[in-house]
């Protein structure tokens, strides 16, 4: 058995699970069940920003989620201690935006640099461990991730000058100054709380993360990094979205033989559990997703 002692990464950061909201876009699916545990394909969408904040190198995490609903991931979560990591809940209330995250980690980060995930995205990339890391020993300021989209005027948008450099953020523009939408992974140092705490509610009476984003972009401290044309970033609000994803989800792992966002396998992976570890944790799915699993137990694990 190898340790149960959570530690934070080198670089200290702690991650934010943000998974409240009512999920009214997907009524009547969301009427007894928080958008974040409905189903991607063979997971629930959660594990696939908590894998995320795993492949970051993150064991540290807080859960944020209404108060019908956090029960519900602390029986799929638990403390996370199976996976090697420490999983905390907080009670989000009402919707107060999404930056209002960092003011109810406040205490929690106690001082800490923080990774701020979306419950709702799903993102994949060749060499995103790498990208995750690299944004995660960044010091100071915040930095976000930027991905190409046909229909930009649906998201944040971020500009840039001619040399490439980040200069304007807009939400929802009508006319968007580029076609790249910043997805819902946000690299803050310890200020954010401050910073969030500086904010005006908008004309929704919430705290937005994009006027939380241009207050570092304002002290020039914002960095964006571009996700190549072959990442694939799926926003899940919607219900075309959640089924592109689980289809998207589908045809990966039967082309390729493995799970996408499967954190046994990053705890595994990671070295947070070893083979004894991940074999007990396949048993207890007495499905196709338990006998990978098994599968993997059998293996010498490496890096991720």
Not at 167 to 192: C, M, Q
Not at 201 to 218: A, G, Q, V
């Amino acid at each position: 058995m190898m340790t149960r002692s959570p530690t934070v990464p080198a670089s200290g950061r702690k991650g934010v699970l943000l998974a409240g909201g009512e999920g009214s876009r997907l009524a009547p699916l969301t009427r007894a069940i928080s958008k974040q545990l409905l189903p991607i394909y063979d997971k629930p969408l959660v594990y696939y920003p908590l894998s995320i904040l795993m492949l970051a190198g993150v064991r540290d995490v807080l859960l944020i989620s209404t108060p019908q609903h956090l029960p519900l991931f602390k029986s799929l979560l638990s403390d996370g201690d199976a996976w090697g990591m420490k999983i905390d809940y907080q009670v989000q209330t009402e919707t107060r935006g999404v930056a209002d995250a960092m003011l109810l980690a406040e205490n929690w980060l106690d001082g800490a640099p923080s990774i701020l995930a979306l419950g709702d995205n799903v993102l994949y990339s060749t060499g995103l461990s790498g990208l995750l890391k690299q944004a995660a020993d960044t010091e100071t300021g915040a930095t976000v991730f930027a991905c190409p989209v046909r229909n930009p005027e649906q998201f944040g948008v971020v500009g840039f000058d001619g040399k490439g450099q980040a200069i304007n953020l807009e939400e929802k523009p009508r006319r968007p100054g580029s076609e790249w939408a910043v997805i819902g992974l946000y690299f803050y140092d310890e200020t954010a709380p401050e910073k969030a705490r500086r904010l005006i509610p908008s004309t929704r009476d919430e705290l937005e993360i994009i006027d939380l984003n241009r207050l570092y972009l304002d002290e020039q401290t914002l960095n964006v990094i571009k996700l190549s044309r072959g990442a694939t970033w799926l926003d899940t609000g919607t219900l075309d979205g959640l089924v592109t994803a689980g289809e998207w989800v589908r045809a990966i792992e039967r082309q390729h033989g493995f799970k996408v966002a499967c954190p046994e396998e990053i705890a595994w992976r990671n070295g947070w559990i070893d083979n004894a570890d991940l074999s007990a944790l396949a048993n207890q799915h007495k499905s196709e997703y338990g006998a990978y699993l098994q599968r993997l137990s059998a293996r010498a694990p490496c890096q991720p």
